[in-house]
């Protein structure tokens, strides 16, 4: 009788067995990082989000979403949109969850379709129960999209309303027209209506003059960011900030020709945190603050498609420049997108047609049961809902000074306190602040701790 192996059987049936994972390794400082291929066989994933049962979910262009075991790099299917047209660069796209997904079990996903044959982009909820997703709801559609420039990356901010970037469309003007929704973040309620407070009463757009945004993350010091494709020349990072207006075609990268100084003054243009001539084509960018890589700390992690590498941008303390660079991670070709999990681990994504999700990790560190425990203890705010001061508590007391920020509903800075160190609660001034809804942020060390606030 004769006995087949693993490999045997795979290769009688026409298939071949799985490669053991490669390990490679890499020097941050005086970390050392592994790589490890983590699922292989994959269509150009899009997007990667860590979702609470602690599982990668994923985006292919191709149409298809999945949840992927962290630990095994299973890829558990879960549905693949009948409409999803994979033209050129555009396709399946971003994706998000939200934040209450244990009470509201809803997935985000963004889009490209043919409405007739003129190529458009969606923005559609489903409903996750018991391994499936449905009810398709659409809350918004018919926006213009091309073979290229279509974007787009989904975020939820904390007061739960929906940022989603997108191109101009090969339409250069349409970032500059108010009216068009393209070249534009744009800012949603969680059911598709606009936002009473967006920058202009009745406008879905938040901020204008965008190419092609493929990056947008909100950092644990409150602040926004996005990647954002060039033409030649000119890629960027911004800091995004509400109403504000990102330049192009006007202006590409800084402010710095006569012509574009003087659309700059007139139009209240923000110039960008960082650009790249020749460009690298950036694409997926997250927020990095994890004791396991601590060299990394408080920085912007960026994949990008032509420069095929991992981009390291430190942040200065307020967040508002980059201080420094560093490449990683070039030997694997095309970096599509990125995500961390709560134990800072780093998932990136690659983009040349045979795919793969890469596990980046500090196999030497531990995370204490402590610092769990600490993660883990809310912020305590009281009286809430407030009116004239509200009491802000820590879980633990911080060793150094700490600053405790309120943020009104479009992201601006609205209020300040300071914990003193050893001292684990305060009292805030809310005097003039208008009703609303708005969210207190702490960070004590590496630990952010958020709240959602409501003053009457």
């Not at 049962?53 to 994923?58: A, G």
């Not at 660069?89 to 409405?115: C, I, K, R, W």
């Not at 018991?130 to 398709?136: A, D, H, I, T």
Request: proline share 8%.
């Amino acid at each position: 009788m004769k006995y087949f192996t693993p490999a045997l059987f795979l290769a009688a049936l026409g298939l071949s067995a799985p490669a053991a994972a490669q390990t490679t390794t890499f020097q941050v400082g005086a970390t050392t990082v592994s790589v490890t291929p983590l699922a292989t066989n994959l269509a150009i994933p899009w997007e990667l989000v860590w979702g609470p049962d602690n599982f990668i979910w994923m985006t292919e262009r191709g149409g298809r979403i999945s949840r992927v075991n962290p630990t095994t790099g299973q890829v558990l299917p879960l549905l693949t949109l009948p409409d999803a047209a994979p033209v050129g660069e555009s396709g399946l796209l971003g994706m998000v969850l939200h934040p209450d997904f244990a009470t509201a079990p809803y997935l985000y996903v963004v889009y490209n379709y043919f409405q007739g044959s003129a190529l458009r982009e969606k923005l559609v909820r489903y409903t996750y129960a018991g391994g499936v997703l449905s009810s398709p709801l659409i809350l918004l559609d018919g926006i213009n999209a091309a073979a290229t420039h279509s974007g787009s990356r989904l975020l939820i901010l904390p007061d739960r309303t929906l940022l989603m970037t997108t191109g101009d469309a090969q339409m250069a003007s349409e970032a500059q027209n108010p009216a068009s929704l393209n070249g534009k973040i744009l800012r949603l309620n969680l059911d598709g209506t606009i936002p009473a407070n967006n920058p202009i009463p009745g406008s879905r757009l938040y901020t204008l003059g965008h190419r092609n945004p493929q990056g947008l993350v909100l950092a644990a010091n409150g602040k926004l960011y996005s990647s954002e494709h060039g033409p030649n020349n000119d890629d960027e990072v911004n800091l995004i900030e509400p109403g504000r207006n990102y330049g192009w075609p006007n202006v590409e990268g800084y402010c710095n020709l006569p012509a574009e100084q003087a659309f700059c003054t007139t139009n209240n243009v923000r110039e960008p945190l960082v650009i790249w001539t020749p460009t690298l084509a950036v694409a997926g960018l997250t927020y990095y603050n994890s004791p396991a890589i601590p060299e990394w700390q408080n920085s912007l992690l960026m994949a990008t498609l032509k420069a095929s590498k991992l981009v390291q941008l430190k942040l200065n303390p307020a967040g508002d420049a980059i201080i420094a660079q560093a490449d990683y991670l070039n030997s694997f070709g095309r970096l599509r997108a990125v995500c961390i999990s709560p134990q800072g681990r780093i998932y990136v994504s690659t983009s040349n047609q045979n795919d793969q999700i890469l596990v980046l990790e500090n196999r030497a560190y531990q995370p204490t049961s402590a610092a769990a425990t600490q993660a883990a203890a809310p912020l305590r705010l009281w009286p809430n809902p407030a009116h004239h001061t509200v009491t802000v508590e820590l879980p633990a007391a911080p060793t150094k000074a700490a600053t405790a920020q309120v943020y009104d509903a479009v992201g601006r800075l609205a209020a300040t306190g300071r914990f003193a160190a050893g001292q684990t609660s305060m009292a805030l001034n809310l005097a003039g602040l208008r009703p609303g809804l708005y969210v207190v942020r702490t960070q004590v060390g590496t630990r952010q701790y958020t709240q959602r606030l409501v003053v009457e």
